[in-house]
């Protein structure tokens, strides 16, 4: 597949962002849902050579990590919906 190259005009190459990358993602993404609709753990992490992707999918993991610590989501929920509400 040949790649096709997002960049934004004047930015480090550090935000160069190939097609290939942006799919594996994705796939990646609709992977997690299915897995997080019947109930499992994240999907493992697919065979990469981009660093961006990897980091992409780690920053999922953590945000996934910090909601399944205790006392997260009670914080969540508190924060939505107030405890001494009136009845």
């Given at each position: 597949?040949?790649?096709?190259?997002?960049?934004?005009?004047?930015?480090s190459s550090a935000l160069k962002i190939t097609l290939?990358?942006?799919?594996?993602?994705?796939?990646?993404?609709?992977?997690?849902?299915?897995?997080?609709?019947?109930?499992?753990?994240?999907?493992?992490?697919?065979?990469?050579?981009?660093?961006?992707?990897?980091?992409?999918?780690?920053?999922?993991?953590?945000?996934?990590?910090?909601?399944?610590?205790?006392?997260?989501?009670?914080?969540?929920?508190?924060?939505?919906?107030?405890?001494?509400?009136?009845?």
């Amino acid at each position: 597949m040949e790649d096709l190259i997002i960049e934004e005009e004047g930015t480090s190459s550090a935000l160069k962002i190939t097609l290939g990358d942006f799919l594996v993602f994705i796939n990646w993404m609709n992977q997690t849902e299915k897995f997080l609709d019947r109930g499992e753990t994240l999907p493992p992490l697919p065979e990469l050579e981009s660093g961006k992707v990897k980091g992409w999918i780690q920053l999922v993991q953590r945000l996934e990590e910090r909601f399944l610590k205790p006392g997260c989501l009670n914080s969540i929920l508190s924060a939505v919906v107030p405890l001494d509400r009136p009845a």
